[in-house]
């Protein structure tokens, strides 16, 4: 995969800086190109949750429906909300807990238990946004201790009587229901959050997401009919995951090293994206698009290009197989 290739598969511009080259060694897969096995062993589905179960429950189902090991979650929704469910498969179960922290969005339904004008809920409605004081409520699995959470934007879509349609983007760990019973109380006239969908959770959107029947048919047509393409629609290489994080895409000769625990050395590195910092985490990646491990880097960008010698990052998580690339690095790195 060619660099602009590479970076316009992440779905972010990111400005990479090369600093070092070398030949296409043979090892490793692009990411959509993995064999069926490998490619679901690294895959996440954005599951539309439906009403009812627990996220827990829905990742079971997951679970047991495709037939492996391990699966986890990327942030809980509430039994009755639906909408977007990131689940990490096998070795991408790791990953999921990069999402958990990432900002998301939610259209509701408030219910306002009196009448209000529409002037007096846009004033509220403009009182809510930014860093706010929050409690989460009582039905909730964390302390309910005063904490702050930012809503980046808190948006009216329609009024129809007491009904409220809205969207909200908010940080999280942030509690919707909390904010209609606060709005409500505001308003003095009380109010409840009847409905709630989440329409995005980090890289993760409704443009991607698949229910289970959708699921179920893709497992029909690879398994009965060795038709894997819908699979690869259905289920995304977990890279996806990790769309918005610094980069540094390093050597083939080097990937080995990372995969037993190793630290990144300079000479092993091929690009560096301008958003790297210091003390911070960043994606190492392989030249195929390869997610090899999360580390982190001990130099900003500026300080990077110029290297030349010297560790430059230590891995915190390491995803990539250990024997996928063979331990070509002690001889690339002295």
């Not at 922290?101 to 004033?123: A, P, Q, T």
């Not at 934007?153 to 969207?167: A, D, G, H, P």
């Not at 009847?194 to 398994?223: M, N, T």
Request: glycine fraction near 8%.
């Amino acid at each position: 995969m060619q660099m602009e290739s590479l970076i316009e598969w992440l779905g972010k511009k990111q400005d990479l800086h090369l600093v070092g080259e070398e030949e296409d060694l043979g090892f490793g897969f692009t990411p959509h190109e993995r064999p069926p096995e490998l490619y679901l062993k690294y895959g996440v589905i954005n599951l539309d949750k439906p009403p009812g179960p627990t996220s827990h429950q829905a990742t079971s189902w997951v679970k047991r429906i495709l037939g492996v090991s391990k699966a986890g979650h990327g942030g809980t929704l509430d039994p009755m909300v639906t909408g977007v469910l990131p689940i990490g498969i096998e070795k991408a179960t790791a990953a999921m807990r990069y999402i958990v922290g990432s900002s998301k969005e939610y259209v509701g339904i408030m219910k306002l238990h009196g009448d209000v004008s529409s002037n007096d809920l846009n004033r509220v409605f403009r009182l809510f946004r930014g860093r706010i004081y929050q409690r989460p409520p009582q039905k909730s699995s964390v302390r309910r201790k005063l904490r702050t959470r930012e809503i980046y934007s808190l948006e009216l879509i329609e009024k129809s009587n007491r009904e409220i349609l809205f969207r909200v983007h908010c940080e999280s760990g942030f509690y919707v229901r909390k904010l209609a019973h606060d709005i409500g109380m505001i308003l003095g006239v009380g109010a409840h959050l009847s409905e709630l969908r989440r329409v995005k959770a980090g890289p993760f959107s409704e443009d991607s997401i698949v229910d289970f029947y959708r699921l179920y048919f893709a497992i029909h047509k690879w398994k009965e009919e060795d038709d894997f393409g819908l699979m690869k629609k259905v289920v995304q290489p977990f890279e996806v995951i990790f769309r918005e994080f610094p980069k540094i895409i390093i050597k083939d000769s080097a990937v080995g090293s990372i995969a037993y625990g190793a630290s990144l050395k300079a000479p092993g590195m091929i690009a560096v994206s301008n958003d790297v910092k210091e003390n911070s985490y960043v994606l190492l990646m392989s030249k195929k698009g390869e997610g090899v491990a999360i580390a982190t880097s001990l130099y900003d960008y500026n300080e990077l290009i110029s290297l030349t010698k010297g560790v430059v990052a230590t891995p915190i998580r390491v995803f990539i197989e250990r024997d996928l690339y063979p331990p070509l690095w002690k001889k690339s790195s002295r």
